[in-house]
């Protein structure tokens, strides 16, 4: 199996498919095996690997796999400068290819916390729309590691195949601006947008005009969720403000405005004391649970499609600019019968409108909570 990273960029293809197969044969041989790109600058944002002693089998590619010598966290220009100038140094890449059988027994061997947790979580999983979730509750009572950290630098079997293939490693908003096409002043601009004086800059708006005068070298990225803006000198810090998030318990780095269920999605579009305005989209032939509420009630109003609305065994149909309200504590279902997307507004009212105020009598999807 291989392990990538959904966020890096691969310019050369088939040097990359000439790494894997070289790994492949290196991971049947019992390795587990990671990519080491090599430098092409003394970068200090990636982690570093010296190699070992040549692995002596043979492989279809004219590469060569290592034994891990060491690995050495992300250094400061002066070391990064050494490392290239001895030689036999990769950028650790955090790609990864190995049998998931030999994964598992390093994990067990090295990690049995980890291995016993998610032995749990695999053994309580659900399955939603195709998908297989793994035990909440086991799996968030896993001890959090990397593979880095668990295995590959305690392994006596760690491998690399250093290589060359064009890697990226997209892991900030700097890193996007790089590799990004540029205007005449560098900048790399999405979306409505307004820069005057402005040099070298990653501009991102999705839902309203951005505007930035007299400013170089900054990441601007505006969302539906949070409007973040800061140096891009800075972009390695972001893992801080999330951090600050966290422990002030606040939610924005968690939740999203427009949240996916089996049966569509909602968008929260306005809330105050007492109330909460959602945008509601059902997908045809789709439908909610049969619920219920404790402390609030609900109003919808049809913007487009047809809905067939229970509320305590009475079945109603509504169409565009219709609307129906569902008083606290009664059983109700949403669904929708017809052959194009339904879009509807919700006005909850009540002394408590958490998403988790729902008793549910019915899914269709075997979801319980």
Avoid: C
Avoid at 235 to 240: E, N
Avoid at 347 to 353: E, N
């Amino acid at each position: 199996m291989i392990v990538l990273p959904a966020d890096h960029v691969i310019d050369d293809q088939v040097a990359f498919a000439q790494a894997v197969e070289t790994a492949k044969v290196a991971a049947q041989e019992g390795y587990l095996v990671t990519f080491g790109v090599v430098p092409s600058a003394p970068e200090t944002g990636y982690g570093y690997i010296k190699a070992g002693a040549a692995l002596s089998f043979a492989t279809p590619i004219a590469l060569t796999a290592y034994q891990v010598q060491s690995f050495f966290e992300k250094p400061n220009r002066e070391t990064a400068a050494a490392y290239l100038q001895e030689g036999g140094y990769t950028w650790n890449s955090g790609m990864f290819v190995f049998t998931a059988g030999n994964y598992l027994q390093e994990l067990q061997r090295h990690r049995p916390d980890i291995f016993d947790a998610v032995q749990k979580a695999w053994q309580e999983k659900t399955t939603d729309l195709g998908f297989i979730l793994p035990g909440k509750e086991a799996f968030a009572a896993s001890p959090s590691d990397s593979i880095d950290y668990a295995i590959m630098q305690v392994t006596d079997r760690a491998a690399v195949v250093p290589a060359q293939f064009g890697w990226s490693d997209v892991g900030s908003w700097d890193s996007l601006w790089q590799i990004a096409p540029k205007d005449g002043n560098g900048n790399v601009t999405s979306g409505d947008t307004l820069v005057f004086d402005t040099q070298k800059s990653y501009i991102r708006a999705e839902n309203r005009l951005v505007a930035v005068i007299g400013l170089d070298d900054i990441i601007v990225v505006e969302t539906a969720d949070a409007v973040l803006v800061m140096h891009k000198s800075k972009a390695q810090h972001l893992k801080t403000a999330l951090q600050q998030l966290e422990s002030n318990q606040r939610k924005e780095h968690l939740e999203h405005l427009r949240v996916h269920r089996p049966w569509g999605w909602y968008e929260g579009i306005d809330k105050g004391e007492r109330f909460r305005v959602k945008r509601i989209m059902v997908k045809p032939g789709e439908r909610l649970s049969l619920q219920m509420h404790h402390h609030r009630a609900e109003h919808w109003v049809v913007v487009s499609g047809t809905a067939k609305v229970t509320v305590e065994n009475q079945e109603t149909l509504f169409t565009e600019n219709q609307s129906t309200y569902i008083p606290l504590g009664k059983s109700h279902r949403l669904e929708n019968p017809g052959k194009i997307p339904l879009h509807l507004i919700e006005v909850q009212s009540g002394t408590y409108l958490g998403e988790d105020d729902i008793v549910r009598f019915e899914d269709s999807y075997g979801r319980t909570i």
